[in-house]
């Protein structure tokens, strides 16, 4: 299956399938540093909370449910943790190549489960995420991962720029 996120300005993003609005992703301030809020559909808004201000790191609550974790690395790959009711999911966001903004979600065996490829529309400035899903991917919290990993993405670029 294959979904999109698609920038409706530059501070919202919209999570797209079968050309119906799943989510949306809404940054506060002009850049994209601050940490955005999040809509789905189906479960209502999101909060996310950081552990400290000089740390990458998030965590994103459903209420006091704690959903999702995002564990920034040195090399550039994020460990996110996707906890369910009964069980807790680890991946791993991993950049394919230094060329092209094309990146893949593994699980904890190394096996791809997403192709996220990025395409950036210079006639418009806005930039479109195609997810590709690999294999038939299930979960209740899909596409707050789904939005998470746009978040990271952009969130990596930044920090290359910076370095530049």
């Not at 995002?70 to 190549?97: C, M, P």
Request: with cysteine.
């Amino acid at each position: 299956m294959e979904y999109f996120v698609m920038a409706e300005s530059c501070n919202t993003y919209n999570l797209i399938h079968n050309h119906s609005v799943l989510g949306e992703m809404n940054y506060k301030g002009w850049f994209n540093v601050n940490y955005p809020s999040f809509f789905i559909n189906d479960s209502g808004n999101f909060i996310i909370k950081k552990p400290s201000i000089w740390k990458s790191n998030f965590s994103i609550y459903n209420g006091n449910q704690k959903i999702l974790s995002a564990i920034f690395q040195w090399n550039g790959s994020v460990h996110l943790k996707l906890y369910d009711e009964s069980k807790t999911e680890v991946f791993k966001l991993k950049r394919k190549s230094i060329w092209k903004s094309n990146y893949s979600l593994l699980n904890e065996e190394g096996k791809e489960l997403l192709f996220i490829s990025c395409q950036y529309q210079w006639k418009i400035w806005k930039t479109k995420y195609c997810i590709q899903e690999n294999t038939t991917f299930t979960s209740n919290n899909k596409e707050m991962l789904y939005l998470t990993l746009i978040h990271c993405i952009i969130n990596l670029k930044n920090r290359a720029a910076a370095v530049a």
